[in-house]
């Protein structure tokens, strides 16, 4: 059973930081990614890393800004989000993929994980 329990989320002003976690148990993982899905909207690919190579991949919204990484000892990837705005106003959601890493991979597609945690909510005041 793929368990996957994020947390940090929370309210923050704008330009203020927060850091997510995602503590995965259960299985062992190839990558895992952040998504985040606002009101109304589609739930969007955030950031993912790799677990053993560490390759990580970011949505060109969060570049520059949002920090992905991961603790290989406790299964646990981080989400440091920096220089917030209110459109990163979502709850986010922590995914997990299971199978191995192809070259056609692509760590923005839903599809390609396997593991969704609950959700946490982030929301930022302008």
């Known amino acids: 059973q793929v368990q996957l329990v994020e947390s940090g989320g929370g309210l923050v002003q704008a330009g203020g930081s927060l850091r997510l976690s995602c503590a995965a148990s259960?299985?062992?993982?190839?990558?895992m990614g952040w998504f985040r899905q606002a009101p109304g909207k589609e739930r969007d690919f955030v950031a993912a890393?790799?677990?053993?190579?560490?390759?990580?991949y970011y949505a060109d919204s969060v570049k520059g800004r949002f920090t992905i990484s991961r603790d290989n000892a406790k299964n646990t990837v981080y989400l440091r989000m920096n220089s917030l705005k209110p459109e990163d106003t979502a709850v986010y959601y922590c995914?997990?993929?299971?199978?191995?890493?192809?070259?056609?991979?692509?760590?923005?597609?839903?599809?390609?994980?396997?593991?969704w945690g609950q959700g946490t909510q982030v929301t930022v005041s302008s």
């Open positions: 995914a997990a993929r299971r199978a191995s890493i192809y070259s056609d991979y692509d760590p923005s597609a839903r599809y390609e994980y396997d593991g």
């Open positions: 259960g299985r062992t993982f190839n990558s």
């Open positions: 890393i790799t677990w053993s190579g560490g390759s990580t």
